[in-house]
């Protein structure tokens, strides 16, 4: 049955082959099918572009249109306005002829003063080109009117003639020079103005003449006639009282050829449109009152805007037209094309793309060979990364372990700064050596953060050591501060924080010539309560760069993202009174390897990844980073981190309880600063601003010490020196801060006798307590408790653990075995050194007497991995008894080194120069403490 199965199987997936390679699989029904395809492809696209070209040509038709109807009613809107404030500015006239002409006696108005008011008021009447001015006069009043005025009322048909008796004129007194020959014709005389009037003054609005030629100028125009009132009527008065208490006529002449061409000449031309207006209150036969005379055939497209002009009797009409035709629409054209185009190129495509399946196949394979190629280079890579690394680190190794040995020898206060200060620098070096390393893993992606209790403070104090000689050589104050919300353990990367700080301030001291540099730390909360009241002063008195700006970001985050419980953030700043960074360069400032200038790096040095690094560092601590920097004013850049918060076992030292110091300032920052590093002594501090209140102080409270700005001390000293309280025998120490650039005045001060003892900034607490130290006269004492404070928390731990232990130490370079085994032999233990791989296998070649060993990586002839593995088969071979813990001792701090050594059989990682606190981590795993048993 499996047999018959099977040969079903097979004839079905044979017909199925003959089937595809007879018909589909041959070349031609493929061709055949492809061409077919290609024309229907190439059909349905051309209908559809041709349709989109329909389709946007009539939408660009009906945005023609748009366009017309929004210029016209523009045009139609602005002829209006303007024709209203003329028609405003005419009422207000004739209120101004009743109140100043009629209701005066006599006339404070004759034809001069009306002439030169109405041409001077001119432009209130923008589309007016004339006013005149007749008064209402009957016919028992005209010989009377005509001997006043000294002329005869003129008809205006016939002006040479007599007037014919009338009921009642209207003649002309008052005319704009303009149209001053109107003046004595009677403008009931003609129709169309006797209409006007009867109509202005029986309605009490104005009123509109249809377009008439004006008598002079012969050009078409329009009357608008307002009705002057002896008296003011209410607004409900009736038609009869209005003619009776009518009193003169107003009208003003409107030239609309000149006047609207003139109003909408410039933008017509700009636009290219032509505008008609024309009178239609008799639909049929509409009156054109201005034309645009314009010949030229548009697109038929037209546009009517109506006018009101304020006569509800009269209707007006604005026409627009373009006067050239629409332009081709290039868009609809361009797309329709494109969209032809588009479809040619992709069946070129898709025809393309058959015939290249086979090249395409065989650029996969070249590039599969290459991808292997880049991974091997990658090796490579971070195998000469390992490489450069312990070639680098192993000298650095040997220093710093001399410079540990060099502190456990008998040192005075001053040599162990030095020495402290020695060591902090190569572990700077060592630091500033791992930038490359850390920019391998940032760009791998494999950085990570340790999570260790550590003292702020005294990664500061680091800092601090490390770059006072600089700062003294340039003359430049280098203070940090550190509020008291700030924890004193705290939970993070001691390390990490130590290099981005270290990296800001030694960017600071690079480019800072003068003035100072101020390391500042705070909680994230402090700087929200208080970024908006920040003081102003500086610690130099030099301005700086506001860092509220920063501050203020930093806030708005926090308050957006929000913070978890279990972690703190920390605001640390670094301010400066440098060159600043140019505006154009502070948007690269973070890019890898990109330097502010060209003459940067040729005048300071450097890289230029330390704040790509920061960057990333700050990122991982899940914080953020930023600056503001003002040119030839300085920059300041802060940075948040989120840190744990741990508990501090160590007890305060009480060798200054009780002292009460007084810090004399004139600017509060700096001696904030002072008496932070006071407080941190345990001293109670006290502040004040000047040497009168000082002396005022002394009065008051007994004081152990006063610390005196050199400054504020060359100022007045004088009377200071003078009072009786000094020269008692119980008188508080005097001590005065100076700054690195005064250092040959220092030194005169220092070296005349009965002078205060003088500190060159900047301040430390170890400098501040062996000031204090010499002064109570306990120099041998401090000194004990300094050395037994310099080798750390975990010296009595390692003591415990190490002492009268066996170790073997094996590494081919001498250096490295005179610091590891005086490093191990300063705990007690019992060090046998080996320089080889093969000395080591003879030595712990079971039963031996060691009970660990610590084995160099990187040897010749045979290194530690192999030798390591060749141990492990010798303690299979004697039955599993033995056991010897084994700890790599390399410089690489390459991940994959770490991992090598577990998977070789190594039982931990030691990495150089040794650390007390990573050699106690270690070795804890393997070795019991004898006094935590007996406790």
């Known amino acids: 049955m499996q047999e018959k199965g099977s040969c079903r199987w097979r004839l079905a997936r044979g017909w199925r082959s003959r089937l595809y390679n007879h018909y589909l699989g041959s070349k031609k029904l493929r061709e055949t099918w492809w061409r077919k395809f290609l024309v229907l492809w190439v059909t349905g696209w051309g209908l559809l572009a041709l349709w989109i070209f329909c389709f946007m ?211 017509a031309c700009k636009h290219s449109i032509a505008v008609d207006v024309y009178d239609t209150t008799d639909p049929s036969y509409p009156i054109s009152m201005y034309s645009a005379n314009d010949t030229a055939v548009g697109d038929g497209m037209f546009h009517h805007s109506s006018l009101n002009f304020g006569d509800p009797l009269r209707r007006h009409e604005m026409h627009c037209r373009f006067t050239r035709k629409p332009p081709l629409p290039w868009i609809a054209v361009t797309t329709s094309i494109g969209t032809w185009v588009i479809t040619l190129l992709v069946g070129y495509i898709f025809n393309a793309t058959v015939n290249r399946i086979a090249k395409v196949e065989d650029d996969y394979r070249q590039m599969t060979e290459l991808k292997k190629r880049a991974e091997m280079a990658d090796i490579a890579k971070s195998q000469f990364l390992a490489t450069v690394s312990h070639e680098i680190r192993t000298p650095m190794n040997g220093v710093l372990g001399m410079l540990q040995m060099l502190m456990d020898t008998d040192l005075d206060l001053t040599q162990q700064d030095f020495v402290r200060t020695a060591q902090a620098s190569g572990k700077a070096l060592v630091s500033l050596i791992n930038e490359v390393l850390d920019q391998a893993k940032i760009e791998s992606g494999k950085l990570e953060l340790e ?83 920040e003081d102003l002063n500086t610690l130099s008195g030099a301005p700086v760069a506001d860092k509220k700006q920063v501050w203020q970001k930093f806030s708005k985050a926090h308050v957006e993202t929000g913070s978890s419980f279990d972690s703190i953030h920390i605001v640390v700043s670094v301010e400066d009174t440098g060159v600043g960074i140019p505006l154009e360069a502070q948007s690269r400032v973070f890019t890898p390897f990109m330097q502010v200038g060209p003459s940067v790096s040729r005048i300071h040095g450097g890289t230029g990844i330390g704040l790509s690094i920061c960057k990333c560092l700050v990122g991982l601590m899940k914080g953020e980073i930023g600056f503001v920097s003002v040119p030839r004013v300085g920059s300041t ?22 002292l009460r110091a007084l810090v004399v300032d004139p600017r509060p920052v700096r001696a904030a600063f002072t008496k932070y590093q006071l407080c941190r002594l345990g001293i109670i501090v006290d502040m004040v601003s000047d040497l009168g209140e000082a002396i005022s102080f002394l009065t008051k409270v007994d004081l152990s010490i006063v610390l005196v700005e050199k400054e504020e001390w060359l100022r007045d000293s004088g009377r200071f020196q003078q009072n009786s309280l000094l020269k008692n025998s119980t008188c508080p120490k005097i001590f005065i801060l100076a700054n690195p650039s005064n250092s040959s005045k220092v030194s005169s001060l220092e070296s005349s006798e009965g002078e205060p003892a003088v500190i060159i900034k900047p301040l430390r607490a170890s400098i501040l307590a062996v000031a204090l130290q010499q002064m109570m006269g306990s120099r041998a004492g401090v000194k004990e408790d300094s050395n037994h404070r310099g080798r750390g928390s975990s010296l009595p731990s390692l003591s415990g653990l190490l002492l009268g232990k066996s170790i073997l130490v094996v590494d081919d370079n001498v250096v490295n075995l005179r610091v590891a085994a005086g490093a191990l032999k300063k705990y007690g233990a019992e060090v046998i050194c080996a320089d080889s791989g093969k000395k080591a296998i003879a030595l712990l070649q079971p039963p031996h007497k060691f009970d660990a060993c610590f084995m160099d990586i990187q040897m010749p002839e045979m290194d530690g991995f192999e030798a390591t593995k060749r141990i492990r088969e010798m303690e299979k071979e004697a039955d599993g008894q033995w056991h010897i813990p084994i700890l790599a001792m390399t410089a690489d701090v390459i991940q994959a080194t770490h991992e090598a050594c577990i998977k070789s059989g190594m039982d931990g990682y030691v990495s150089k120069p040794f650390e007390g606190e990573q050699l106690y981590r270690e070795v804890a795993r393997f070795f019991k403490n004898p006094g935590k048993e007996n406790q």
């Open 57 to 267: 040509n009539l939408q660009a038709a009906e945005k023609r249109k748009e366009t017309l109807a929004s210029m016209c009613d523009e045009r139609a809107s602005m002829l209006q306005d303007q024709f209203n404030v003329s028609m405003n500015h005419l009422q207000a006239l004739a209120i101004l002829i009743s109140t100043f002409h009629h209701s005066k006696h006599p006339s404070a108005i004759d034809q001069a003063t009306f002439a030169g008011y109405t041409e001077r008021t001119a432009f209130e009447r923008p589309l007016t080109s004339g006013v005149a001015y007749a008064v209402k006069v009957l016919h028992r009043e005209r010989e009377e009117f005509e001997r006043r005025q000294g002329w005869s009322i003129k008809r205006m048909d016939a002006q040479d003639s007599a007037t014919e008796a009338q009921e009642e004129y209207a003649p002309v007194i008052f005319a704009q020079d303009t149209i001053k020959h109107v003046v004595s014709l009677d403008m009931f005389s003609g129709k169309e103005d006797r209409d006007n009037v009867l109509r202005a003054r029986e309605s009490g609005r104005g009123v509109l003449t249809a377009p008439l030629r004006l008598i002079k100028s012969k050009r078409l125009g329009v009357i608008l006639t307002f009705a002057v009132y002896k008296s003011e009527l209410p607004s409900n008065a009736s038609p009869r009282e209005r003619i009776d208490a009518a009193i003169g006529y107003l009208g003003g002449v409107f030239d609309i050829e000149a006047l609207v061409d003139k109003l909408l000449h410039q933008l």
């Open 451 to 533: 999570a260790v209790r550590f003292d702020l403070r005294a990664v500061l104090d680091d800092v601090l050591s490390l770059f006072s000689g600089k700062s003294q050589e340039k003359g430049i104050e280098l203070a940090v501060y550190v509020t008291d919300k700030v924890p004193e353990i705290l939970i993070g990367d001691p390390g990490r924080m130590r290099q981005i700080i270290t990296n800001l301030v030694g960017n600071s001291i690079k480019f800072t010539e003068k003035g100072h540099i101020f390391l500042t730390v705070h909680l994230l909360e402090e700087v929200t309560e208080s970024v908006e009241g």
């Open 637 to 658: 850049f802060s940075f948040t981190a989120a840190l744990g918060q741990g508990r501090s076992n160590e007890l305060r030292s009480l060798e200054f309880e009780g």
